[in-house]
């Protein structure tokens, strides 16, 4: 077998990883475009393993611990989607960079705070 040919795929899932992971935005895509950086890196090990025909196999066994890290980095990337999605309503990329709710900065000495509510009510009422 030539090792090219492996190789060659290996290297076009890659970029093509790398392009999803670079230009989306929707966070579903970016963790599919990962996945698909992940079989490249197992197609690699695995080919690699079969011509230099090791007796251990070890390019196989760093495989399958591949995937099992891929399942769990796809269990715990999608339970975090889902949580942002809820408590933001989008998974758009670009809008989540910021980690405080809303769009006011946060607040530091010498800035002015908003009244408390009940002071507010109080005043209104007298």
């Known amino acids: 077998m030539h090792l090219a040919y492996p190789a060659v795929l290996a290297a ?5 990883g790398l392009y999803g992971v670079l230009a989306r935005r929707n966070a579903i895509l970016v963790l599919m475009s990962v996945e698909l950086m992940l079989n490249a890196v197992n197609l690699n090990l695995v080919a690699f393993d079969v ?5 251990l196999h070890a390019g196989q066994a760093l495989t399958l611990f591949t995937i099992a890290i891929a399942a769990a980095e796809i269990g ?3 339970a975090i989607v889902l949580m942002v999605y809820r408590n933001r309503g989008t998974s758009d990329v670009d809008r ?3 980690t405080v709710e809303g ?3 946060p607040a530091g ?7 408390d509510q009940s002071s507010v009510r109080s005043e209104v009422t007298a």
């Open 76 to 78: 715990i990337g999608l």
């Open 96 to 98: 989540l960079r910021d």
């Open 51 to 55: 011509w230099l025909r090791d007796t």
């Open 109 to 115: 000495p010498g800035t002015a705070t908003a009244p």
């Open 12 to 16: 076009l899932l890659f970029c093509t």
């Open 103 to 105: 769009n006011e900065p």
